[in-house]
């Protein structure tokens, strides 16, 4: 059973350019969160998708970043124009449900994306 | 606000047992999760407390407060592959009930 599946690992962009982040969730997971670490900082929050759905997207600059979960296909996390200080390791997490309160419903990481802008 | 905190670095010797710390002031509550994760990996779950008390498992142990905003995670036995860093995240009751707020993390050095 596979576990959540990022590519690619690294990713090289230049200032301007548009970097693209691909996130395949672990078998029947539905839902979807995107989070990003800056150095000697702890992952932030960004984006929480479900098929076809932006569910919360709270912590997600308001320009040049957006996100997207397909029906077919993995969730793709899309950095327009990109800036130095866009780079980071950006992970991507998955869950079986939506989690009632109290629920355990336990997100489940991938590797991460390692974004460096040039 | 919301803010976790939790040492930056801890050391310790193989076989020793270990207690890394978390605090946390968040706007709710709604269980706090202990991750772990190797240098260049993916965070790995580790053990997830909504009601106050310890929760066992294996080497592992987490205890919550939450009437002091407080958990420990406590790592018995402690052996080289330990080394990693051990994040304390707090899932924040929000719109969708979902979001993990996450703290800076403790990097664990374990020596023999």
């Known amino acids: 059973n596979a576990g959540v599946m990022q590519n690619p690992r690294h990713l090289v962009r230049r200032r301007g350019q548009e970097a693209r982040l691909r996130c395949s969730p672990m078998?029947?997971?539905?839902?979807v969160y995107w989070y990003r670490q800056l150095p000697e900082e702890g992952l932030k929050f960004m984006v929480y998708?479900?098929?076809?759905?932006?569910?919360?997207e709270s912590g997600m600059p308001k320009e040049r970043f957006s996100a997207e979960f397909p029906k077919e296909g993995p969730s793709i996390l899309r950095i327009q124009q990109v800036v130095r200080g866009d780079s980071a390791a950006y992970f991507c997490?998955?869950?079986?449900?939506?989690?009632?309160?109290?629920?355990?419903?336990?997100?489940?990481f991938g590797a991460g994306t390692r974004l460096s802008v040039l | 606000g919301q803010n976790i905190d939790q040492p930056t670095e801890m050391t310790a010797t193989e076989g020793a047992i270990v207690q890394i710390n978390c605090t946390y002031q968040t706007s709710g509550f709604n269980g706090l999760f202990w991750y772990q994760q190797h240098a260049g990996e993916a965070p790995t779950f580790l053990s997830y407390n909504v009601l106050d008390g310890l929760e066992e498992k294996g080497r592992f142990s987490s205890f919550l407060s939450r009437s002091k905003g407080y958990s420990y995670l406590l790592l018995k036995e402690l052996q080289m592959k330990d080394s990693a860093s051990y994040l304390c995240a707090v899932r924040s009751p929000n719109q969708a009930g979902t979001a993990l707020i996450f703290g800076k993390g403790t990097t664990l050095s374990v020596s023999s």
């Open positions: 998708l479900q098929k076809e759905n932006i569910i919360d």
């Open positions: 997490a998955s869950s079986p449900t939506r989690g009632s309160p109290g629920a355990k419903n336990i997100q489940y």
């Open positions: 078998k029947g997971h539905s839902h």
